[in-house]
Each structure stands twice: as structure tokens, then as C-alpha cells.
């Protein structure tokens, strides 16, 4: 009997078999699909456990396309970042990760990915003294940005967050563009 399967949001095949395996991780489906070859590519299938009906509901979700910069298995956390230490800092904190941006408030409460904190953990800024009569000397560095973490979210919460966010932001600039009219 033929089973079914699961292809990229496109219908096409993965393109290599470690995009069709972290398809299957991002989907949860370790325990009842498996990775097959496919056509000229790759294709998550049901295991022999899982019905038909349970990989029809699984191949209905929206589904993300194969290539993502969001790894498998991605945590995310409820936290506030930092206020401003002088003037000359920002009022936004930018975060990217492989390719992916975004601009995150000061002291709100707030959904940050794990791979965001992770590479602002591992980012410093110079800090310099400049006294009259002498150059500018680097006298050590900072941490870019320390966030506090609050407690733990979940990947529903995030999507939930950055959708409402993303509204939010296309709101305001429909009203700037507006106001400048």
C-alpha cells in the first residue's frame, strides 16, 4: 500500500535529505514519519503506525517552507531588555541571527528566540577613555546586551507575538505615512 506523503510548502521535494530531516524535527514527527527519497529529492512519509488521517492533518497545517533559519528544536523566552546606559545608546536593540533581523524594545516585556540571546551573549562593545592631552585609549569592552529572562514561551506564543507586532508596526507606518501627506 502506498503511503502518504509530505513534501515543501511548494509541493516540491526537499532538495537534501538534512532539509527533509529538519522539516521532520520542526514538525514533531520523529515518532511516526521517516525521511524517504523521493523523486529527484526527498519527502517525509508516514511510518507504518501512522494513519492516513493523521498525515492529512499534518500535511494541512500551515506549512513553513523547506529553508529556514529557525533551527530545530528553537527555544524561546519571555524577557526584557535593558534601558539605556547614556544618551548615545539606542531606543531599539537590534538582534540577527543567519540572515534573520529584528528590532526589539527596551524595558518591555517581550518574546525573544534563543538564538537571538545566545548572540547577543557572545557580542561586546569597545569602551574607551579619552582624558585631555592623551588619544583615545580602549580600556576593555562590554556586553552588548544582557536581556532578562523571565520565564519560558512557547513557539505558539512567539508566532502570536511577532504577528501582533508585525501589525502593530505596519499600523504605525501606514499613520506616518498619513500624517505626511
Same mark, same amino acid.
Given at each position: 500500500?502506498? !503511503? *502518504?506523503?509530505? $513534501?515543501? +510548502?511548494?509541493?516540491?521535494? #526537499? ?8 522539516? $521532520? ?15 529527484? +529529492? ?11 488521517? %493523521? ?21 524561546? #523566552? @519571555? ?9 548615545? *545608546? /539606542? ?7 543567519? +540572515? ?9 516585556? %517581550? ?8 548572540? @547577543? ?11 585631555? +592631552? #592623551?588619544?583615545?585609549? !580602549? ?10 529572562? $523571565? !520565564? ?6 512567539? %508566532?502570536? #507575538?511577532?504577528?501582533? /507586532?508585525?501589525?502593530? !508596526? ?5 499613520? $506616518?505615512?498619513?500624517?505626511? %501627506?
Amino acid at each position: 500500500m502506498p !503511503r *502518504d506523503i509530505i $513534501l515543501t +510548502g511548494t509541493g516540491e521535494p #526537499f532538495s537534501t535529505e538534512a532539509a527533509a530531516k529538519t522539516a $521532520l524535527a520542526r514538525k514533531d514527527l520523529s515518532g511516526t514519519h521517516e525521511v524517504i527519497e523521493h523523486g529527484t +529529492g526527498y519527502a517525509i512519509a508516514a511510518k507504518e503506525a501512522a494513519t492516513p488521517a %493523521q498525515t492529512a492533518a499534518v500535511a494541512a497545517e500551515d506549512a513553513e517552507p523547506e529553508n529556514t533559519n529557525e533551527p530545530a528544536g528553537e527555544k524561546y #523566552f @519571555w524577557c526584557v531588555l535593558p534601558a539605556k546606559h547614556n544618551p548615545n *545608546d /539606542s531606543e531599539m536593540i537590534y538582534g540577527c541571527v543567519n +540572515g534573520e533581523g529584528h528590532h526589539y524594545a527596551r524595558e518591555v516585556e %517581550q518574546i525573544i528566540p534563543q538564538r537571538v540571546i545566545e548572540s @547577543w551573549k557572545h557580542t561586546a562593545k569597545p569602551v574607551y577613555s579619552k582624558k585631555p +592631552g #592623551f588619544d583615545r585609549k !580602549r580600556i576593555g569592552s562590554v556586553a552588548y546586551c544582557t536581556p532578562t529572562v $523571565l !520565564r519560558p514561551a512557547t513557539k505558539a506564543e512567539y %508566532q502570536a #507575538f511577532k504577528a501582533a /507586532s508585525l501589525a502593530k !508596526r505596519k499600523e504605525e507606518l501606514g499613520q $506616518l505615512q498619513a500624517s505626511q %501627506q
